[in-house]
């Protein structure tokens, strides 16, 4: 029996993703040692087939706390906001959970090994959206050019769930975690801290977002125990684009040493004219090599 596994979620429309993550995982020899298993939040029935011959387990998703229709509107895919906190149900027979977003794909697979030692002693295996090159990490609106209003995403998220002012603060200008990659034990209490938190998000504010929301709040106010990774195990391509290494086909960091990315994360999209490419496929967006020359290129998993 394998005692780790990689899990994602995708709907019908995100589908093509789920697929090149699936394929860009067992691509590699190590990924025999592991498995796969997929939370369906409204895949055909045909998709689900085509999957069912690459992964371990397809299950369901669930709404594993009760969210108001009114805040759902259909929005299935909404339930990967709630049903990566409770992972162990889902699929009980594992040690370790490394969670990927759908719209991620691995690249290296170091990064799959780091995540799975990080969670190690009951630890949270992620990693913080901030890095060289970062720029902005929070935003404010001045007032009088000397008073500000804070806007960094875990203020404004925590005022609008109505999180206590005081907690609010702390997360002000804390380094916003990324939860479209982590890693934890079976056995951790970082579960329950994060389902605790999760069902005071959900109460007053916005489905989207929550999850992150609780597990910021799970890390900064509970100082649940963490094992912070390099910002190439989670690399946020909207956030800051890579460089591409042509000589080794690899995305790299646009920074010396140039490190490989491990993840490629395609979170809130790359767009161009008006086009998403988790969304379109042939969208490419201009890139500097490593020899600083422009190419154009899909950031996209390709076999």
């Known amino acids: 029996m394998k005692k780790n596994v990689i899990v994602s979620l995708a ?19 190590e990924s025999s040692e ?16 085509e999957l069912s011959k690459k992964v371990d387990l397809i299950k369901s998703a669930n709404w594993d706390i009760h969210v108001p229709n009114y805040k759902v509107m259909g929005k299935e895919w909404l339930k990967s906001q709630v049903s990566r906190a409770f992972l ?54 001045w007032i009088f050019n ?14 609008s769930s109505k999180i206590d002012i005081e907690k609010a603060r702390k997360l002000a200008f804390a380094p916003h975690i990324n939860i479209g990659v982590f890693s934890l034990e079976k056995n ?20 989207f977002g929550s999850e992150g929301l609780a597990i910021n709040m799970s890390v900064y106010i509970d100082e649940v125990n963490t094992e912070f990774l390099p910002l190439n195990c989670n690399w946020i391509v909207s956030n800051l684009l890579p460089k591409y290494d042509e000589k080794n086909n690899k995305f790299v960091e646009p920074f010396l040493p140039n ?3 491990g993840i490629v994360h395609l979170a809130a999209g790359v767009w161009k004219n008006n086009k998403d490419m988790r969304i379109d496929k042939s969208i490419e967006v201009e890139i500097k090599t490593l020899e600083n020359k422009n190419i154009l290129k899909t950031l996209r998993y390709s076999k």
Request: charged fraction near 25%; hydrophobic fraction near 40%.
């Open 146 to 159: 000397k008073f500000a209003i804070i806007k960094s995403q875990n203020f404004k998220h925590a005022i």
């Open 88 to 141: 162990p149900n889902y699929f009980p027979d594992y040690d370790k959970y490394l969670w990927i977003d759908c719209d991620a794909w691995v690249q290296d697979w170091s990064a799959v090994e780091l995540y799975f030692k990080a969670c190690e002693n009951g630890k949270l295996g992620i990693t913080q959206s901030m890095g060289p090159g970062y720029k902005v990490m929070s935003k404010a609106k």
């Open 11 to 29: 709907d019908s429309n995100y589908f093509n993703l789920l697929n090149e993550l699936v394929d860009s995982i067992k691509r590699f020899q």
């Open 259 to 261: 490190y490989i990315i």
């Open 188 to 207: 951790s209490p970082c579960w329950e801290i994060w389902q605790k938190n999760l069902k005071q998000t959900l109460k007053a504010g916005k489905v």
């Open 34 to 49: 592991i498995s796969i298993c997929i939370l369906d939040a409204g895949m055909s029935e045909k998709q689900k087939t």
